[in-house]
């Protein structure tokens, strides 16, 4: 488990270096084109915020205190897997350049296996023997309440995307293909189920690494939409929820990370 974490870690970063970086040169560089700067900057933002999430994950020495994301990650694992077959030939397997049609054999790649693996590594590590360490730090409940506000959002969300995309494409606030919100939809599901999965944990420490990635979810978010706001139909009430949302997350993730630390560093 600690192995899939750590090259987690990695393949995150990568992907969001190839999306919120390169955002506009996906047809060169990534597994398929994602025609709006928003939305490789959307799926960056979330690529890159799960890297504290799995890299803090994997250093923890208890699987208490280090489960958090893991189920929501392989949800979004295999969501993404159900999103690329179905749109298989959207991808740049025969592009006729080199690091696009290498991204699109390795995203195969990747999203064949790591499904399976972190399936299999999660029944190992869920049969090991121990008991969990008594909470400890509980969450206040306006916090709990906000979280749990926010899963039935984005699962609300995640589900229109994935089941009727071209419908919720209606909405949104830019353009977006079936593909592009298919994939979106992915990461929203998987937050969604880290949201959930924060809930019932009930613990500051053991979920100290979710609430870090959520703030900088935020902050990533709201720096997208900042810089391509010229692409986002402003007039859409769903640009200004977007708006609203995302801060939110910034100051929920923020507050939660300052109660963490608290408990983090308060006597056992």
Request: avoid cysteine.
């Amino acid at each position: 488990m600690r192995a899939a974490l750590y090259l987690g870690t990695l393949l995150v970063f990568l992907a969001g270096v190839q999306l919120f970086v390169l955002t506009r040169s996906t047809e060169h560089v990534f597994a398929w084109t994602v025609a709006a700067a928003n939305s490789a900057a959307f799926l960056g933002a979330f690529y890159w915020t799960s890297v504290p999430l799995a890299f803090l994950s994997a250093r923890q020495r208890t699987w208490d205190r280090a489960r958090v994301g893991v189920p929501g990650v392989l949800i979004f694992l295999w969501m993404t897997l159900a999103t690329t077959l179905i749109h298989l030939g959207k991808f740049h397997f025969h592009s006729p350049h080199f690091l696009a049609r290498a991204a699109a054999w390795t995203w195969l790649l990747i999203y064949a296996i790591d499904p399976v693996l972190l399936t299999a590594a999660l029944i190992r590590q869920t049969r090991a023997p121990g008991v969990d360490a008594p909470r400890s730090a509980a969450l206040n409940a306006r916090f709990r309440g906000a979280v749990a506000l926010n899963a039935v959002v984005v699962i609300g969300a995640g589900i229109a995307l994935f089941a009727v995309p071209t419908w919720a494409a209606t909405w949104w606030p830019w353009t977006l293909t079936a593909l592009t919100a298919r994939a979106m939809a992915s990461w929203l599901l998987g937050m969604g189920v880290v949201l959930v999965t924060a809930v019932i944990e009930n613990d500051w420490r053991r979920i100290r690494s979710a609430i870090i990635a959520y703030a900088l979810l935020g902050l990533l978010e709201l720096v997208a939409l900042a810089r391509f706001r010229g692409d986002i139909d402003w007039n859409r009430p769903a640009a200004w929820l977007f708006v609203a949302f995302f801060a939110g997350t910034l100051i929920i993730g923020a507050d939660g990370w300052r109660e963490a630390n608290r408990a983090r560093l308060a006597p056992p």
